[in-house]
């Protein structure tokens, strides 16, 4: 399995507080990726990152931000938490561009509740 | 805009059927495609990457076949065993993008 952790793997918090979820890999992979599952929705890509410092919006990027100082870590913040944004959240990585490398390795997700 | 549809929803085959799974895109401008599985309160596991110049790719009792033209990629699961039991996602890339869009999903039961 790639080495892909995700912190915390679940939360609960209230609407308005800021919230961080860690996405931490060891298999020095270029491109990661945050996803949102909910029912009836799939997977939806938030934010995702092609190195350090390098990011760019995905289809639900509203109130969410991302950082990426390392190339193990990404992190996603919820501004000010709402109640829509009770989710389940994965962070994915993928090595290089092209080919086999696309292949998306998944972590285990981290569980959010924003009461 | 892409749109990625999996039908059936959900799925019920009693064990060692041969089965079809569907994974329909709107715009065949696709780089690739990707089928995941994922178990019950699991992240997703990559089965097989196919790209836009493939026709088909295969791991060992798995098999996926793209055709851009018309919209469709099916993934083939031989023997279905209870362990196949799982919900399995498709997903492409648009070229000039790395956002992948995903399909819903098919849950499929293999009954021992």
């Known amino acids: 399995d790639a080495g892909i952790t995700q912190s915390p793997r679940h939360k609960v918090t209230e609407t308005g507080t800021p919230v961080t979820l860690r996405c931490h890999q060891t298999?020095?992979?270029?491109?990661m990726y945050w996803y949102r599952q909910d029912p009836g929705h799939g997977l939806r890509l938030i934010h995702y990152?092609?190195?350090?410092?390098?990011?760019d919006k995905g289809e639900v990027s509203d109130g969410y931000s991302v950082s990426r100082s390392k190339t193990e870590d990404f992190l996603l913040t919820l501004e000010s938490a709402t109640s829509s944004q009770t989710s389940v959240y994965f962070c994915?990585?993928?090595?290089?561009?092209?080919?086999?490398?696309?292949?998306?390795?998944f972590g285990p997700g981290t569980r959010l509740l924003v009461l | 805009k892409q749109e990625v549809t999996q039908i059936p929803a959900a799925l019920s085959v009693p064990e060692g059927e041969n089965l079809v799974l569907n994974c329909s895109f709107t715009?065949?401008?696709?780089?690739?495609l990707q089928w995941f599985r994922q178990d019950p309160g699991k992240g997703l596991t990559s089965l097989l990457l196919i790209q836009s110049s493939q026709r088909e790719q295969t791991s060992g009792r798995l098999n996926a076949s793209l055709d851009k033209s018309s919209g469709r990629s099916t993934l083939y699961i031989a023997a279905s065993q209870p362990g196949d039991s799982a919900t399995y996602l498709c997903a492409v890339r648009p070229p000039g993008t790395y956002k992948y869009i995903f399909g819903t999903g098919t849950r499929l039961k293999v009954l021992a």
């Open positions: 298999e020095n992979h270029r491109y």
């Open positions: 715009d065949s401008a696709i780089y690739n």
């Open positions: 990152s092609y190195g350090v410092k390098d990011t």
């Open positions: 994915a990585i993928s090595e290089a561009p092209g080919g086999a490398g696309e292949t998306q390795y």
